[in-house]
């Protein structure tokens, strides 16, 4: 007699299941969605390309949203201002300073930079509106809704050697490589050292919140400085 899964179980196989699709989706959004509507109508325009890029990565960010509060509940999303808590956000962002200081002087600027810059000193409808407002409020809480919240959860269960830090970080190091130039191993790991000191502070705050408020805080700072 072949024995049936429990709800528990198949909850957590609808998750993965769900979760993965939202990530792989997320970080091919341009070669699955972008991309091929931007050869099927013969060239988009460039503000209209960047908008579909940033449509697309709020809509995963929302579908992330809402996996987290039906899978890992309102306790997840917890906020204190505590001394500790305070404390920990300084030091993570001291972490991310040290780690840009090291990046700018031992790596060459990486494509995802690059674009960056060139979306600064765009003139196109949408980046010259809307790139401070992804970049310092809507593009950190995405992330790390997708990144630090649902792939963290994706790997909870798997404390062994790291991998519930190693694998979100490194999925965030892919999510900002220019995949039509290969894989660049600087690239990758700019971000993907970023990714675990973002991903560390979330499993010491328990809290998605945490490192929203610091990715926001570095992109900020960043930008205007």
Not at 7 to 12: E, I, L
Not at 48 to 69: E, M
């Amino acid at each position: 007699m072949q024995m049936m899964e429990s709800p528990d179980a198949q909850k957590n196989i609808l998750f993965y299941v769900q979760a993965g699709f939202i990530l792989v989706l997320d970080i091919l959004r341009y070669d699955i969605f972008v991309d091929p509507l931007n050869r099927l109508v013969n060239k988009l325009s460039e503000g209209t390309y960047s908008f579909l890029g940033d449509f697309l990565a709020i809509l995963f960010a929302i579908c992330a949203l809402y996996l987290l509060l039906k899978y890992e509940g309102k306790s997840y999303f917890r906020l204190s201002f505590t001394r500790k808590a305070i404390g920990r956000f300084f030091l993570a962002f001291a972490a991310l300073f040290v780690w840009s200081f090291l990046v700018a002087n031992l790596f060459p600027i990486s494509s995802n930079q690059e674009a960056i810059n060139e979306a600064i000193s765009s003139t196109n409808w949408w980046d010259s509106h809307a790139l401070p407002i992804m970049m310092m409020l809507a593009g950190p809480i995405c992330e790390e809704l997708i990144y630090r919240g649902l792939a963290t959860s994706l790997c909870q269960k798997w404390p062994v050697l790291g991998l519930d830090l190693l694998i979100p970080a490194a999925l965030f190091g892919v999510l900002h490589l220019d995949l039509g130039q290969g894989f660049i191993w600087t690239d990758f790991l700019q971000y993907f050292g970023a990714g675990l000191i973002l991903g560390l502070y979330l499993k010491k705050s328990q809290s998605i919140y945490y490192p929203i408020a610091l990715h926001i805080a570095w992109n900020s700072f960043v930008y205007l400085v």
